[in-house]
Nanobody, 125 residues
């Protein structure tokens, strides 16, 4: 299984932007379907966005649609989450996750096999 390392989190004011990165180890990143999840304090982890191995398909939670964009660079073994128009309710620990050879980007935690450690995003009002 790949090891995933997230980066790019931090503190930002409402209305601001951040770009998260998730770098994967291993030589088969191009076969991984990848997803981003988040967990706010006191809440369950929830799906944010997903992208298939070929980047042909993406999916988003309704709460972020139109504000967040998931993308990937298979040459760099990295998946990104560009976040715009951030709001305090976006405050959470953001995790990336992956599954090898998945045909679609699932929205459930069980759709993914390996996870990163997370990166904190805090949006101040």
């Amino acid at each position: 299984q790949a090891q995933l390392v997230e980066s790019g989190g931090g503190l930002v004011q409402a209305g601001g932007s951040l770009r998260l990165s998730c770098a994967a180890s291993g030589r088969t990143f191009s076969t991984y379907t990848m997803g981003w999840f988040r967990q706010a304090p006191g809440k369950e982890r929830e799906f944010v966005a997903g992208i298939t191995w070929s980047a042909a398909r993406t999916s988003y939670a309704n709460s972020v649609k139109g504000r967040f964009t998931i993308s990937r660079d298979n040459r760099k073994s990295t998946v990104y989450l560009q976040m715009e128009s951030l709001a305090p309710e976006d405050t959470a620990v953001y995790y990336c996750a992956g599954r090898s050879l998945a045909l679609f980007a699932g929205t459930k935690e069980t759709d993914y096999d390996f996870w990163g450690q997370g990166t904190q995003v805090t949006v101040s009002s």
